[in-house]
Nanobody, 126 residues
Framework: QLQLVESGGGVVQSGGSLKLSCVAS????????IAWFRQVPGKEREGISC????????NYSDSVKGRFTISRDDARNTVELQINSLKPEDTAVYYC???????????????????WGRGSEVTVSS
């Protein structure tokens, strides 16, 4: 069974950059679509980016498009999320999630994913 662990969160000033990593173990990452979600207390978990197996597709929510870039290196069992031009509203706990990939396009709905990491907190100070 795939296991996912996020890292790279922290406190960053508005306008700064951060790179989050999601390291996989327990199974072959290449079989899985991987997505990043974020959640603020009291709000729904929001899907922000995904990358399909074999890098066939990527997808971004409107709230992060143009600022966030997702990438994967299956040889290193790692999916990364490069976050640029951070805004205070990007403050959240960021989660990576996985599902065995069957479709050409990956999705951003939390119900599509069955494997979750524990999250990494990002705080953007103004």
């Amino acid at each position: 069974q795939l296991q996912l662990v996020e890292s790279g969160g922290g406190v960053v000033q508005s306008g700064g950059s951060l790179k989050l990593s999601c390291v996989a173990s327990g199974s072959v990452l290449a079989y899985y679509d991987i997505a990043w979600f974020r959640q603020v207390p009291g709000k729904e978990r929001e899907g922000i980016s995904c990358i399909s197996k074999n890098r066939e597709s990527t997808n971004y929510s409107d709230s992060v498009k143009g600022r966030f870039t997702i990438s994967r290196d299956d040889a290193r069992n790692t999916v990364e999320l490069q976050i640029n031009s951070l805004k205070p509203e990007d403050t959240a706990v960021y989660y990576c999630a996985g599902i065995v990939g069957f479709l050409e396009q990956c999705g951003l709905k939390k119900t599509q994913y069955s494997i979750w990491g524990r999250g990494s907190e990002v705080t953007v100070s103004s």
